[in-house]
């Protein structure tokens, strides 16, 4: 179940570094003024070019004696004119990507001034112009801006840097039949009929970085409420009103239950929430103006296996953590990002429950503990990188938030909210740093915290936990060893931290105690009234770690069937599976049936799946029905671990062919089908992709990911029509996934001449998928074009995974040539081996 870590054999790390070729260290800018006021006017929005005309006035106050000019961050714009604020023409110099404005006289420290840039843009980062096209006629005509991190300077000139806040104004001019929304109030709508146009003009009262100032433009529905005096608005394509309602349901209870945990209320003039087309995120925390993804629109059958409530939860934490108060420099992005990602977390734990709360922070470390193994291992602090958006990964959102759940940890639920409030109040409407976080911590706790932050935000890497117990009967005494393995060097530490034992007794209280782990090895022994049923090391789950807990099996049995933490229960279930015994198949199919929490369920299934027994197949087989959906999925998941097996394939046909309430668990049924490779799958795969239609192309997803994990090369001419421009977008990405499993045998130069055709395909997720399967089939012949993508490319997460993949083929190339080489030693040593022998052979022949 749990990753391990170890030096490799020469001696280096057991990881990847971060930090590649040509990357430098990142500080915040200097501020030479305080920007007090962005006006921003649009007069033109040209929806077909995707261009538009401004007119950008900002307001700003030297910070010192002496200020002659000002430098504006503006890329790729036909600068009209600069002006003052009697509009007489000020000097200026323009290199494409900066602006730097010659002031009339210096400025005295705070005396206030204001430049006006006159301009035309066709931006290719920052402000997104969607629109049907032949290919795609329905889709929607809509202009939505992305900022983050540093992309808004695309459309209009600014300080694009989130050490510097300023109030906004947008006024902007679209057709009539659309809806403009902005950040702040709404001060006006005025139409003019003979041009056709409608203008509206939006105010931001409270001082924000540039980067978070939004534009969303289309053919949108309002959908107004109000929540304690606060609007709170929604906006949505016209037509999908009853969607957006379901997905936004709980956002009252959210703002509500944000307010008061923190003891602050909610900072800005409004929450509005507009769901756009082919957005480039998940979500925005566009100040007051949240911007969504309209794939989060679900229907009815959608909700059994799925909600937004974790996205809208947060990106409205993101309104205090990132907006209130906002990373000085992005080196300490997770301010915002592991805030938001815990206080998500926390919203599941108040509306869904303990047990869904901690699987959810369960699932968050196994998706960081897969970035540490397979891509890097960094500080969460990492000021190193080539672009911002490099370090918006799985330690920046995952781990940032599992660091906060250890902080509650060390502090207790009392003291911890006490501090969150403390970092709320002291430092809103600035930037902060992560020492800020420490020091309002410690002010607000008394608790000396460098020990804990040093090592989970200066550091990186986890414990790896080696744990055992005995029982003396003759003592009545519990003796618990606790080992940490994993190898130590500058990067990764000796971890320090508390942790709880608990031991569980009949008739008796939980008597759980709390240790300090500081040293490779501590052994604690603990008195008794009877030998425990149950020892547990971290009880709740709280470190961000991973643990082998050696228990002798009918511990674990009982274990699995007793503990009253659901993680305590996924954790045995997994164990479980590596006995491959009768008696811990029988539990683990119990737990399937029985245990009162899904996610116990599901990973009961997928350990049953790990066993990869007959008996353990029949098990699945007769788990199929189960109510859950969720765990019904998992059952359907883990029937695909029985490859070449027949019968799993009878169990899963069935699921495919004749329907199942939820989506996700015919989908699974799919893509398991062709983890079986059972002979039936081809024919049943693509009679299904060509007519299950399902939201979001569920079905039809899996239906793909199952054609690639069957590997039958009849495939892929299914596959490529599937992965073409025209297609939707979810099918194309998992047809692209698809082709990177039959990259192979006769078809693997057509396929790979495919994939790097998709790379300069317009569609963000297909081309990030396609460098992901060029780099998973170690495709040399793809390095010159992965280069030009990471020279040119304008995502800056497309530039980080190419410039990954022509590492990590080229090491691979490498390890190939020095295994040849290595294979050619070997065989010259053998032959000179068979000369040595036969010489030797002569010679014996010749005495004798």
């Known amino acids: 179940m749990l990753a391990r870590a170890y030096h490799q054999p020469d001696g280096t790390p057991p990881y990847h570094p971060f930090p590649l070729p040509g990357d430098r260290p990142h500080y915040a800018p200097d501020r030479v003024a ?37 430098t504006f961050d503006a890329v790729e714009m036909d600068i009209a004119s600069v002006q003052d604020t009697a509009g007489a023409p000020l000097p200026y110099e323009y290199d494409g ?31 997104y112009f969607i629109g049907p096209d032949e290919a795609y006629p329905q889709r929607p005509r809509q202009v939505w801006s992305q900022g983050e991190d540093e992309d808004n300077r695309h459309w209009f000139p600014c300080y694009d840097a989130p050490n510097e806040r300023q109030t906004s104004e947008l006024i902007v001019t679209v057709p009539r039949g659309m809806v403009a929304l902005s950040n702040g109030r709404l001060l006006s709508t005025r139409e003019d009929a003979a041009a056709g146009t409608v203008t509206y003009h939006w105010l931001e009262s409270v001082p924000h970085p540039a980067y ?42 959210m703002l509500r ?135 918006f990964d799985r330690h920046l959102y995952e781990k940032g938030g599992l660091v906060l759940h250890m902080l509650r940890f060390v502090l207790g639920d009392a003291l911890f909210f006490k501090a969150m409030h403390h970092y709320v109040a002291t430092y809103a409407h600035q930037a902060v740093t992560t020492a800020d976080l420490q020091r309002a911590v410690e002010d607000a706790t008394g608790k000396s915290l460098a020990w804990f932050f040093e090592q989970w935000l200066e550091k990186g890497g986890y414990p790896v936990f080696e744990v055992s117990w005995s029982w003396d009967e003759e003592r009545r005494q519990a003796t618990v060893t606790v080992r940490q393995t994993q190898p130590t060097d500058n990067l990764t530490p000796l971890f320090r931290m508390p942790v709880d034992l608990a031991f569980h007794t009949e008739g008796h209280d939980v008597l759980t105690l709390r240790m300090q782990v500081e040293e490779r090895e501590h052994q604690f022994t603990v008195p008794l009234p ?35 933490d659901a993680i305590g229960r996924i954790q045995a279930a997994h164990d479980l599976s590596r006995k491959g015994t009768r008696a811990a198949l029988e539990a683990l199919a119990a737990a399937v049936r029985e245990d009162p929490f899904w996610g116990v369920q599901a990973e009961a299934a997928r350990a049953l799946g790990q066993m990869k027994t007959a008996t353990a197949r029949d098990a699945l087989i007769g788990l199929v029905s189960i109510p859950h959906p969720k765990a019904r999925r998992a059952v359907v998941e883990a029937l695909g671990e029985f490859r070449g097996d027949e019968r799993a394939a009878d169990a899963l046909l069935p699921v495919l062919q004749q329907g199942d309430p939820s989506y996700a668990v015919e989908g699974e049924a799919a893509k398991s089908l062709g983890r079986v490779r059972s002979s039936r799958a081809f024919d049943a795969l693509t009679a299904a992709l060509r007519e299950k239609d399902s939201w979001n192309d569920t079905i039809r997803q899996r239906v793909l990911e199952g054609l690639g994990e069957l590997g039958d090369l009849r495939a892929v001419p299914l596959v490529l029509e599937w992965a073409a421009y025209g297609k939707p977008t979810p099918a194309r990405v998992a047809a692209v996934g698809a082709l990177e499993k039959l990259a192979r045998g006769e078809r693997k130069d057509e ?75 070997v065989d010259a040593l053998e032959r000179e081996n068979r000369e040595l022998r036969d010489r030797l052979s002569a010679l014996e022949q010749k005495l004798v």
Not at 105 to 113: F, I, K, N, S, T
Not at 265 to 280: D, G, T
Not at 534 to 545: E, S, Y
Request: hydrophobic residues 40%; proline residues 5%; aromatic residues 10%.
């Open 34 to 70: 305080d920007i007090r006021h962005i006006r921003l006017e649009i007069p033109e929005l040209d929806l077909d070019r995707g261009s538009l005309r401004g007119v950008c006035t900002t307001t700003f106050a030297a910070l010192n004696d002496g200020l002659d000019a000002i």
């Open 97 to 127: 990507t900066r602006l730097r404005v010659r002031l009339p006289r210096p400025l005295r420290e705070g005396e206030e001034a204001a430049v006006t840039v006159a301009y035309r843009a066709m931006p290719r980062r920052g402000l």
């Open 212 to 253: 978070l100032i939004s534009l969303a433009v289309g053919e949108f529905s309002e959908l107004r409420h109000e929540v304690d005096g606060l609007p709170v608005v929604s906006y949505v394509q016209r037509g999908r009103e009853a969607e957006a309602e379901r997905a936004l349901t709980r956002t009252p209870d």
């Open 257 to 391: 239950f944000f307010t008061q945990r923190l003891r602050y209320p909610y900072p800005f003039e409004k929450y509005a929430q507009v769901f756009v087309a082919e957005f480039i995120f998940g979500g925005m925390e566009n100040t007051s103006a949240t911007t969504l993804t309209d794939t989060v629109l679900y229907d009815e059958r959608a909700a059994l296996d799925f909600d937004c409530d974790g996205l809208v939860a947060h990106e409205l934490a993101h309104q205090w953590f990132g907006d209130l108060l906002t990373c000085r420099d992005w080196a300490h992005a997770w301010l915002n990002e592991g805030f938001a990602t815990y206080w998500e977390a926390l919203f599941t734990e108040h509306h869904k429950g303990q047990d869904e709360f901690r699987y959810e922070l369960w699932r968050n470390a196994r998706a960081y503990f897969d970035e540490d193994r397979q891509r890097y291992r960094r500080p969460i602090v990492q000021r190193v990188y080539h672009e911002p958006i490099d370090i």
């Open 530 to 564: 009877e030998r425990p049923w149950l020892v547990a090391f971290d009880p709740g789950n709280w470190l961000l770690k991973t643990l082998t807990f050696e228990k002798p099996e009918p511990e674990l049995i009982t274990q699995l069937r007793r503990d009253p």
């Open 751 to 825: 396929v790979v001449e495919r994939l790097i055709e998709l790379l300069d395909d317009p569609n963000l997720r297909v081309t990030l998928r396609a460098v992901a399967a060029l780099r998973a089939v170690r495709a040399e012949q793809a390095l010159p074009a992965l280069e030009r993508l990471a020279a040119r490319h304008l995502d800056g997460r497309v530039v980080r995974q190419a410039r990954e993949a022509v590492r990590a083929i080229r090491a691979g190339s490498e390890q190939a040539e020095e295994l040849r080489r290595l294979r050619d030693r």
